[in-house]
């Protein structure tokens, strides 16, 4: 499986927007992009997810390069809720795959009142 | 609707002892899979279940490990032996389908081996 870089923490302001950095320089073309968080003491949660074109849902959107090989996470007004681990994770959803999610060490967010 | 529920919460043992970890799954869900997260490991895949599939066991770290999952909804992770190393948090998640949706998780359970 390919690997993905996230820096180990992140601030933010309440009410501004995070912007959760990710490289994957060796991406397939059969990966999707997928986001998880995992609040303290809490299962991981689905954020968001993409192939090759920018995606947006109620709780973010999804930048993805044109070359595919780093996208970012925007969460558009931090609330104190939004602290957790964010994880960037490549899976193949081809048809041979599992689906089985391979985390890395993800973000550490920290949203400050 | 109902999330993912696993049981025990909490769930304390000798080393040495076998434990089940109980996961029920979403109804309708037939993608089962198991994770583990350890202090310092962070999230590692365990096994998955499709359907009738043969499932994919290729993260079970050692033999002491096996899964079974019954009439495709309730899955039950079996850790025979344990072991202090086996302390974590045991995490269940189901999906309607194969791979490409997303993967709903339960809450964990987390096993101290002393």
């Known amino acids: 499986d390919a690997k993905t870089t996230q820096p180990n923490s992140m601030e933010s302001n309440e009410e501004e927007p995070v912007h959760l950095p990710c490289n994957h320089s060796t991406i397939s073309g059969t990966d999707y992009i997928h986001w998880y968080r995992q609040l303290p003491s809490q299962g991981p949660e689905y954020v968001i997810h993409?192939?090759?074109s920018n995606v947006n849902n109620r709780m973010a959107s999804l930048a993805i390069a044109e070359d595919r090989k780093s996208s970012t996470l925007i969460l558009h007004r931090a609330t104190l809720r939004d602290a957790a681990v964010y994880y960037c994770i490549l899976r193949d959803d081809g048809s041979s795959n599992t689906g089985k999610l391979i985390f890395g060490q993800g973000t550490t967010l920290q949203v400050k009142p | 609707g109902a999330g993912v529920s696993q049981s025990p919460s909490n769930k304390v043992t000798e080393k040495g002892k076998d434990v089940e970890l109980r996961c029920d799954p979403i109804s309708g869900h037939t993608a089962l899979y198991w994770y583990r997260q350890s202090l310092g490991q962070g999230l590692e895949f365990l096994i998955y279940f499709q359907g009738n599939s043969a499932p994919d066991k290729s993260g079970l770290p050692s033999d002491r490990f096996s899964a079974e999952r019954t009439g495709g909804s309730v899955s039950t992770l079996t850790i025979q032996r344990t072991q202090q190393e086996d302390s974590a948090v045991y995490l269940c998640?189901?999906?309607?389908?194969?791979?490409?949706?997303?993967?709903?998780f339960g809450p964990g359970t987390r096993l101290t081996v002393l």
């Open positions: 993409g192939l090759t």
């Open positions: 998640a189901s999906s309607p389908r194969l791979a490409v949706d997303e993967q709903f």
